[in-house]
């Protein structure tokens, strides 16, 4: 199959295409709107639905319309908009309703930068709206990712009935990189839960609300079923150089190929140095986490926050290691060369 | 105000409901039991029942799918256009039923009615105006009276502190794209049937595809107006109507213009694959020797073409079965004229996209070339653009080329593509890629097409220029 030269955001809408995806709706916001830009342009050429929303808080009842009518459905936002959508996100995840969100996370709290972070971790992962719920939240490196998780996403989303968020930040977005896009269209079945308006799905009820303290317990209890089977099943990283490595990076998107760059730097230099990146956010890779803690390696953290992730690597690895941040924010991104003399400087330090 | 039979489109026994199962949850003298049972007979006279999809709002009628026998959405407070848009853009032929309150409506949701009126989405809205918040036991809503008692205005609403009500049938009929807009009341047996002949036109319409339509409802609510169900209608013949006047405010039916369907054709799976994959042709070139990756920064201002000549260089990468990343400068200021990009070239995976040590400098103008010239690697590479360009490097461990790049461009008149000299000037002068692949690759890069033969004679008036001057006698000689 010939690669295509393509930038994260467009390669996202390709991926949702040949994922069978048939309604975007969207809502501008930097670094996220050139998806619905792509989007605009593909959809609506190939006879599909864009649709541009008021704001994003339509932009997700769109969504839980389109998706309750059996649609495999989409958007595309940042921080600030994911953060409006977050009541609907709860809607969703309470109705169970399969739906695919991208967050191409910029600087925060408030208006920010729009410069890269990863500070919307918290949000995503634990939820962003209120009650017991997850959404899975993939975290791709590259423009190829971008394309892979976003067309797989579909087919979880309907598998799990859960939302599922790419959480890519604004350098996965904008790098330009041969994808190779496939060639078979994933279009996805009826569901037997959805309306298509029509007589065999009349009976068919979409909503959240359960009256009984008893009823709304059961549903809450299935809920959470369904995130420890998407634990057991879903769960991805890769692990790179970390068979006989002393020190491990934990990181994820466009840190993890920082990180990446800093290994092979490292591994010249004498250090035995290694990655863990993760794919998954939700289910966290806590096994893989704790395997290397066990070894009692030194891992370190790199992260575009305030420490959001390592709070998962901490937990995971049950303080059975030493385990260090090398934190940024605010836009700011770490060079090879920072992680490189950081890790350098921070072996030196436990060696004596 | 039993005054209509039932339907066959409400169930017989809500077993949907918990507890009594043979009743409503409305108060005795509440207008949405009667009002529920008119949309029901209206969906069974138009046969409509296996397409119709019934959205509850959040408030007293938050319920309604214990009742209706249709397909049932419950939504969130005041969104229901909004999801009522997600359905019908995915079934056009279903007939939904947006039934909204007028906290919810008004309120909260006044954003998205607004809009889904504005586009005209193929819907019927019912909105029950009963000027308070009736689940959440009797607050002031939008479209209490004045100087109406509430819970949140013990002492009467005032204009100058709440504001005053909102008419939500005229701000709808404001509005250009609706097709039906009608203000009724269930306050007597008169405006009864009155109200049951809009609720029949206002789903008819969305069945005929007439575009949308807006039913507001004076509607009791005894219980939180403190009043019997006899003083409610009155309150409403009495005093809401001095206010909300009950009339059709738009009607489009006579015109009949079925709202058309304009957008493209669905495409099958190879069409979509072809519109995916673009026109591109496989290629792919001998690869040529590059030991290690290799970073070419191109840096100028906006208009010099930078990012399309990074992606001119990466497409001719990638033919040549190199791994490729391109990354722009990003952020506000590419809005205030300065532009690059960064393209890293290697025959293995390339990990971070982010090197801030250039291979290779093409500096299109003053100001790029003093923020990047001592950026760039030792032994590295530094190609100017001569004609905007006389400064000195100061540097003698780099090698340094010069080339007239945007004046061969405006001769050739193709200002924007003074980057394709810049980026042939590299092909000829190193081996990241040749020139035979980036002339290959110039039609997948371009995005005028039409300019594709005054770009390929621009490519050989460069590589021309630089054979001659730097490769025919010395090949290291410095501008």
Not at chain 1, 7 to 14: H, P, T
Not at chain 1, 47 to 62: D, H, K, P, Y
Not at chain 2, 72 to 82: K, T
């Amino acid at each position: 199959m010939q690669k295509r030269l393509v930038k994260g955001n467009e390669a996202a809408v390709l991926g949702a295409l040949m994922g069978g995806c048939t309604h975007f709706f969207g809502y501008p916001i930097t670094p996220a709107s050139e998806i619905a830009h792509a989007a605009a342009y593909y959809f609506t050429k190939a006879g599909r639905t864009f649709l541009q929303a008021e704001s994003e808080v339509s932009v997700i009842n769109m969504l839980y319309g389109a998706s309750s009518a059996g649609a495999r459905v989409m958007s595309a936002s940042s921080g600030p908009g994911i953060a409006l959508m977050g009541e609907g996100l709860s809607y969703l995840a309470g109705s169970r309703l399969p739906c695919v969100l991208i967050d191409m996370q910029r600087a925060g709290p408030g208006l920010g930068n729009i410069w890269p972070e990863q500070s919307d971790y918290n949000m995503v992962v634990k939820g962003g709206g209120h009650g017991n719920y997850k959404n899975i939240v993939l975290s791709p490196d590259g423009a190829q990712e971008m394309f892979d998780f976003t067309r797989a996403a579909f087919s979880y989303a309907d598998e799990y009935r859960m939302s599922v968020i790419i959480l890519g930040d604004a350098y996965i977005g904008q790098i330009m990189e041969p994808v190779d896009i496939g060639s078979t269209v994933d279009h996805g079945k009826r569901k037997d839960w959805a309306l298509y308006a029509d007589e065999e799905s009349r009976e068919n009820l979409i909503t959240s609300i359960f009256m009984k303290p008893s009823s709304q317990g059961q549903h809450n209890r299935e809920l959470q079923q369904t995130y420890r089977r998407v634990e057991k099943e879903l769960v991805d990283w890769e692990e790179i150089e970390t068979e006989d490595a002393s020190v491990i990076f934990i990181a994820y998107g466009i840190v993890s190929r920082i990180c990446r760059s800093a290994v092979a730097l490292l591994r010249k230099a004498g250090l035995r140095a290694g990655l863990l990146r993760l794919k998954t956010l939700f289910p966290f890779p806590s096994e893989a986490v704790l395997n290397h803690a066990k070894r009692k390696v030194t891992i370190i953290v790199v992260e575009l926050s305030n420490g959001q992730m390592c709070q998962d690597v901490r937990a995971a690895a049950q303080y059975s290691t030493r385990i260090i941040e090398l934190l940024k924010m605010g836009g700011e991104i770490p060079s090879v060369e920072e992680v490189v003399s950081f890790t350098q400087k921070t072996v030196l330090r436990s060696a004596h | 105000m039993n005054t209509i039979e039932t339907s066959s489109v409400l169930y017989t026994h809500y077993e949907r409901k918990e507890g009594n199962q043979q009743t409503t949850h409305y108060c005795p003298g509440c207008g949405h039991g009667v009002i529920q049972k008119m949309i029901a007979s209206a969906i069974e006279e138009l046969g409509v029942q296996n397409r119709a999809i019934f959205l509850s709002p959040v408030g007293c009628s938050v319920f309604s799918y214990y009742y209706y026998d249709t397909g049932n959405i419950q939504c969130s407070h005041g969104r229901a256009p909004a999801v009522g848009t997600g359905v019908k853009r995915v079934l056009p032929d279903s007939v939904v039923v947006c039934y909204q309150g007028d906290g919810d409506l008004a309120g909260i949701g006044m954003t998205e009615i607004i809009h889904a009126a504005n586009r005209g989405e193929q819907l019927t809205v019912f909105f029950i105006n009963n000027a308070t918040y009736g689940m959440t036991g009797g607050q002031m809503a939008p479209t209490t009276l004045l100087h109406e008692k509430t819970l949140t205005t013990p002492f009467g609403r005032e204009s100058e502190r709440d504001g005053k009500p909102l008419a939500m049938a005229e701000v709808i009929a404001s509005l250009d794209a609706p097709a039906y807009v009608r203000r009724c009341a269930v306050s007597s047996t008169k405006e009864l049937l009155r109200t049951r002949e809009a609720v029949r036109i206002g789903l008819k319409n969305q069945v005929d595809k007439l575009g949308f339509s807006f039913i507001e409802i004076l509607s009791p609510c005894p219980t939180n107006w403190k009043m019997s169900a006899v003083e409610s209608r009155n309150h409403i013949e009495q005093v809401m109507k001095q206010f909300y006047p009950l009339k059709t405010f738009v009607d489009k039916r006579p015109e009949n213009v079925c709202i058309k369907n304009n957008s493209f054709p669905l495409m099958n799976d190879d069409e979509l694959l072809s519109l995916l994959t673009g026109d591109l042709t496989a290629r792919s070139f001998e690869s040529p020797v590059i030991d290690s990756p290799k970073t070419i920064t191109i840096a100028g201002f906006g208009g010099q073409g930078i990012l399309s000549g990074g992606t001119l260089l990466a497409n001719s990468a990638m033919a040549h079965g190199l791994d490729v990343s391109w990354l722009p400068s990003y952020g506000p200021e590419m809005r205030g004229g300065k532009a690059s990009v960064t393209v890293i070239v290697s025959d293995s995976s390339i990990p971070s996209p982010l090197d801030e040590k250039p291979d290779f400098l093409l500096a299109m103008n003053g100001p790029s070339l003093q923020y990047y010239k001592d950026k760039v690697k030792t032994g590295g590479t530094i190609i100017v653009n001569s004609t905007l360009v006389d400064d000195e490097i100061g540097r003698d461990d780099v090698n340094v080329y010069g080339i007239p790049a945007t004046a061969m461009a405006q001769e050739a008149l193709i200002p924007s593509a003074a980057s394709v000299v810049m980026v042939t000037s590299l092909a000829v002068l190193s081996e990241v890629v040749s020139v035979f692949s980036l002339k290959e690759s110039l039609n997948a890069s371009l995005k005028r097409r039409e300019l594709l033969d005054a770009n390929m004679d621009l490519m050989k008036t460069a590589e021309n220029y630089i054979t001659s001057n730097f490769l025919v006698n010395n090949y290291n000689k410095k501008v």
